[in-house]
């Protein structure tokens, strides 16, 4: 299996844009999670789905933030319109009985 | 009583000795309990995992000593070398019948000395 794969690796935006993140789990995984890694606040977890619904979206920073996942092997993590404090490396990861798998990030940029 | 504690911050270790991570929790639900390495411009990968039934797991130089009625876990890396150097973060979460959501520390850095 070729692990979690994420799109893009890197994004440099303007205040405003849109953003998109994409997310392929591992086929076969029931969970999906998304997270949010920074300097000051470390691993922070935004939102996960079980069996594509989303379970849990008490840590998505605000409604600019928003995540779908219309099947089993992809979703997306939205940011409308984006600002320089969400300049960060945003994870996926995915799991099947409690070991979680992580992608290899998208760092995010917001100028 | 979602939070895992772990400590210290970073360590810094000579190649060949023993390094050291400490994490503690307070929720008992907790059932689960892995260990992540992260290097930089990486995502973090599983290394090591435990469950509360067995005390110890070992895999090759990593090891995970549980402490359940202290609450405590660790990650030990015997004989240090210096492509061990990453941020390491404990975790923890209900497997069974839960969200398999985990509580992740907030990681150690651990730099190791050639």
């Known amino acids: 299996d070729a692990g979690v794969i994420q799109s893009p690796r890197h994004e440099v935006t303007e205040m405003g844009q849109e953003v998109t993140l994409r997310c392929k789990p591992i086929?076969?995984?029931?969970?999906l999670f998304w997270y949010r890694q920074t300097m000051m606040r470390g691993l922070e977890l935004l939102i996960y789905?079980?069996?594509?619904?989303?379970?849990?979206d008490s840590g998505m920073p605000e409604d600019r933030f928003s995540a779908k996942m219309p099947n089993a092997s992809f979703s997306t993590l939205k940011i409308q319109p984006s600002e320089p404090r969400d300049s960060a490396v945003y994870f996926c990861?995915?799991?099947?009985?409690?070991?979680?798998?992580f992608g290899p990030g998208t760092r995010l940029l917001v100028l | 009583q979602q939070q895992v504690k772990q400590s210290p911050q970073s360590l810094i270790v000579q190649k060949g000795g023993i390094s050291i991570i400490n994490c503690a929790y307070e929720?008992?639900?907790?059932?689960?309990f892995p260990w992540y390495q992260q290097f930089p411009g990486k995502g973090p990968a599983l290394l090591i995992a435990?469950?509360?039934?067995?005390s110890e797991k070992k895999e090759g130089r990593f090891t995970i000593s549980f402490n359940k009625s202290a609450k405590q876990f660790s990650l030990h890396i015997m004989d240090s070398q210096p492509g061990d150097s990453a941020t390491y973060f404990c975790?923890?979460?209900?497997?069974?019948?839960?969200?398999?959501?985990?509580?992740f520390g907030k990681g150690t850095k651990l730099t190791v000395n050639p």
């Open positions: 086929s076969g995984h029931d969970y």
């Open positions: 789905f079980n069996n594509n619904v989303p379970i849990d």
């Open positions: 435990i469950r509360p039934d067995v």
């Open positions: 975790a923890a979460s209900i497997s069974q019948g839960g969200s398999e959501k985990l509580v």
């Open positions: 990861a995915s799991s099947f009985g409690g070991s979680q798998y």
């Open positions: 929720n008992t639900a907790f059932d689960y």
